[in-house]
């Protein structure tokens, strides 16, 4: 004999002939309103005082999402939109000085209007380092953490903006 009133899924099929209340509703032990209600409140409040600092299982401990992140992370983020901010601007400089675009999609942002080739460059620099942040804990095919990818496009920026000082000169 089965104990549905332990198993919430077992519970769910006993309904009163009123479809109110399970009749082993009775046993639920959880008491107020339901914490997954106040999603805002909750996004919030997590980033105050997170709960889940770490995995619950060493099973997880190569994925999983917790609420609380590396501030090296927030570092890297931040660097990595500034040095994009300045990759923009330094462009645009070095096309008026003579230069070519590269990149054929932004080249053609950049014929269109410039202020939709910045939008567009941050829009899809910000994008894809929100992906990247909520996935630092895992790993790419196995092999490399996320974390260390934010580690190797932070370096490539560094490298490119010093490519860029360094076509200043040349032109």
Same mark, same amino acid.
């Given at each position: 004999m089965s104990n549905s009133a332990g198993n919430p899924? +077992?519970? +769910? =099929?006993? *309904?009163?002939?009123? %479809?109110? #209340?399970? =009749?082993?509703?009775?046993n639920d032990r959880r008491l107020g309103q339901d914490r997954r209600e106040k999603t805002w409140w909750s996004l919030c409040y997590g980033g105050v005082r997170p709960r889940r600092r770490s995995?619950?299982? %060493? +099973?997880?401990?190569?994925?999983?999402? @917790?609420d609380w992140l590396d501030s090296e992370l927030l570092y890297l983020t931040l660097g990595i939109m500034v040095l994009c901010t300045a990759d923009a601007i330094m462009t645009l400089n070095l096309l008026n000085m003579g230069a070519r675009e590269a990149n054929f999609f932004m080249a053609h942002m950049i014929e269109? !209007?410039?202020?939709?080739?910045? /939008? @567009?460059?941050? /829009? #899809? @620099?910000? *994008?894809?380092? $929100?992906?990247l942040v909520m996935h630092a804990p895992f790993r790419l095919f196995r092999l490399v953490?996320?974390? !260390? *990818?934010?580690? $190797?496009?932070?370096? +490539? &920026?560094?490298? #490119? $903006?010093? &490519?860029e000082i360094v076509l200043y000169r040349l032109i």
């Amino acid at each position: 004999m089965s104990n549905s009133a332990g198993n919430p899924d +077992a519970c +769910a =099929a006993f *309904l009163d002939s009123d %479809d109110r #209340l399970p =009749a082993c509703a009775v046993n639920d032990r959880r008491l107020g309103q339901d914490r997954r209600e106040k999603t805002w409140w909750s996004l919030c409040y997590g980033g105050v005082r997170p709960r889940r600092r770490s995995h619950r299982r %060493d +099973a997880d401990s190569f994925s999983g999402h @917790t609420d609380w992140l590396d501030s090296e992370l927030l570092y890297l983020t931040l660097g990595i939109m500034v040095l994009c901010t300045a990759d923009a601007i330094m462009t645009l400089n070095l096309l008026n000085m003579g230069a070519r675009e590269a990149n054929f999609f932004m080249a053609h942002m950049i014929e269109k !209007n410039e202020f939709l080739f910045g /939008a @567009t460059k941050m /829009a #899809l @620099t910000g *994008l894809g380092l $929100i992906l990247l942040v909520m996935h630092a804990p895992f790993r790419l095919f196995r092999l490399v953490r996320v974390q !260390n *990818l934010l580690r $190797i496009f932070f370096f +490539a &920026y560094c490298v #490119l $903006i010093g &490519y860029e000082i360094v076509l200043y000169r040349l032109i």
